[in-house]
C-alpha cells in the first residue's frame, strides 16, 4: 500500500454513506422535458428504437442516475464528464447503430420465454454451444441446431423464464430476465482502518471489456495510480474492437501482463496486491481465487476492494454470468411497445461511473471496504424496478 499522505478530503465529496443513501432511491429527473433533450443531442439516443424508425425517448431516471453519479465524480476530483455521451462511446466508436429488439451489438436479443420477455445474449462461442442444454433433454443434440434461429425460438418459448435462469446460470449462459436483478446495485461492507487517504493511491485492476476498465480509467483521471493487470491466456476482449475506444479507457494506466499458471505469476500478482490501496475486478468471486486472492483478507488490512459482478457476489443469481445488455434487461431497463434495447449494454458504462464514484468515496472515508457491484442491479437502480 503507498504512504499515507495528509491530502485533504475534497469539498462536496460524497462519503460512502451518502452514495448507500443515494441509491436506495430510483433518480428522477426534475426537469424530464430538458434530460431528453440532452438525451437526444448524445450519441446514446442514436443507439435507441428500431433500426428503421425513429430514437427513443430517454428512460424516466436514466439522464439523472448518470448526472448525479457525474457530479459526485467531480466533486470527489474526478474528471468532468457527460454521462449521455459516456453511455453511447463504445457504438460511437465502433460506427454502431440502433437494431430494435437485437442488441446494437448483434449478440443479445430480446425473445419469448413461455411465461414472458428474456435477453439471450451469445457474446461467446461457448454460448451457442450451450444453446441444447439450455432448452431442455429433449431438445439436445441434432433436435436442435443453434444457428436456427425459428427452432431455437420456438424451444425458448417452450421453457418458463424460471426453469431458463436456473439452467443458464449453471451453464454459465447469459440470460436477461426481468425482475431477476438484485435489490440493490452496491452493497458496501465496511472496515474502518485508515485516518487518511493516500496522497496518490495504487489501484490494481483486474478487469476487462467495458465496467471496470471504465472505473479504472475514471481513477486514473482523478490521481490515482493504475495498473491493469491482465492473463497471456485470456487479454482484455476489448482490444478486439475500436483502438480508439481501448485507448480511451486504458491509456492512463500502467499495463502488466501475467501468467496464473506459473508459481512466477501468480508471486507477481501477489506483489501487485500487496502494494495496492484498491483492489478492482470484473470476475466471479472463486475465479479469483485460483489465483490465491480473497477479497475478505484484502479488506481486513484496509484495502478497498470493488467487485463488478453481473448480479453481485451473494444472492439469488450470483453464480450467474451477465454482461451489459443481458444485465439491463434483468434489472428493466428496456423499452416496450415496441419492445428494444435501452443504448449499448447501458449497464456496463453506468455501473463502471458507480463504481469509480464509490471507490474515491471509501478512500475519502479513510476506511477498508468491500464493495459489492452488480450490473443488473445498477439497471434496477436506473430503471426504479429495485
Not at 25 to 36: E, F, I, K, Q, S
Not at 174 to 202: M, Y
Request: charged share 20%; net charge negative; hydrophobic share 45%.
Amino acid at each position: 500500500m503507498t504512504s499515507v499522505g495528509s491530502m485533504a478530503r475534497p469539498v462536496g465529496s460524497p462519503g460512502l454513506d451518502e452514495v448507500e443513501r443515494w441509491i436506495c432511491t430510483p433518480p428522477r429527473a426534475d426537469d424530464p422535458v430538458a434530460a431528453n433533450r440532452r438525451w437526444l443531442r448524445s450519441t446514446a439516443a442514436d443507439l435507441s428504437g428500431p433500426v428503421d424508425g425513429p430514437r427513443r425517448p430517454a428512460p424516466d431516471g436514466l439522464v439523472q442516475g448518470v448526472d448525479v453519479l457525474a457530479s459526485a465524480l467531480a466533486a470527489s476530483g474526478g474528471p468532468s464528464v457527460d454521462g449521455p455521451v459516456l453511455v453511447g462511446a463504445r457504438a460511437a466508436a465502433a460506427g454502431l447503430g440502433r437494431r430494435g429488439a437485437t442488441s446494437v451489438g448483434g449478440n443479445a436479443h430480446l425473445l419469448e420465454a413461455a411465461d414472458g420477455m428474456i435477453c439471450l445474449n451469445l457474446a461467446r462461442p461457448e454460448d451457442f454451444d450451450a444453446l441444447p442444454a439450455l432448452v431442455g433433454p429433449e431438445a439436445r443434440g441434432p433436435l436442435l441446431d443453434p444457428t436456427d434461429w425459428p427452432a431455437v425460438r420456438r424451444a425458448l418459448a417452450g421453457r418458463t423464464r424460471s426453469e431458463l435462469v436456473e439452467a443458464a446460470d449453471l451453464l454459465g449462459l447469459p440470460l436477461g430476465v426481468p425482475g431477476t436483478a438484485p435489490s440493490r446495485p452496491l452493497v458496501a461492507s465496511i472496515v474502518p482502518l485508515r485516518s487518511e487517504r493516500p496522497s496518490q493511491p495504487v489501484v490494481v485492476e483486474f478487469g476487462s471489456l467495458w465496467a471496470a476498465p471504465l472505473c479504472g480509467g475514471l481513477l486514473a483521471r482523478a490521481g490515482c495510480r493504475v495498473v491493469k493487470v491482465e492473463s497471456v491466456h485470456r487479454p482484455d476482449g476489448a482490444r478486439r474492437g475500436p483502438a480508439s475506444f481501448f485507448a480511451s479507457l486504458n491509456s492512463a494506466k500502467e499495463e502488466v501482463t501475467v501468467d496464473p499458471t506459473t508459481k512466477a505469476g501468480l508471486e507477481q500478482v501477489r506483489r501487485l496486491v500487496d502494494g495496492a490501496d484498491v483492489v478492482l475486478e470484473a470476475s466471479r468471486p472463486r475465479a479469483l481465487a485460483h489465483w490465491g486472492l480473497d477479497a475478505q483478507a484484502e479488506v481486513a488490512r484496509g484495502v478497498v476492494w470493488a467487485s463488478i459482478t453481473g448480479y453481485g457476489r451473494t444472492g439469488q443469481r450470483s453464480g450467474g454470468v451477465a454482461f451489459g445488455d443481458d444485465a439491463a434487461v434483468s434489472g428493466g431497463l428496456v423499452f416496450d411497445e415496441p419492445r428494444g434495447f435501452v443504448a449499448d449494454a447501458v449497464a456496463d458504462p453506468v455501473t463502471g461511473m458507480l463504481a469509480a464514484v464509490a471507490v474515491r468515496a471509501a478512500l475519502d472515508d479513510g476506511v477498508g471496504a468491500l464493495l459489492d457491484l452488480s450490473l443488473a442491479g445498477t439497471a434496477g437502480w436506473l430503471a426504479g424496478s429495485t
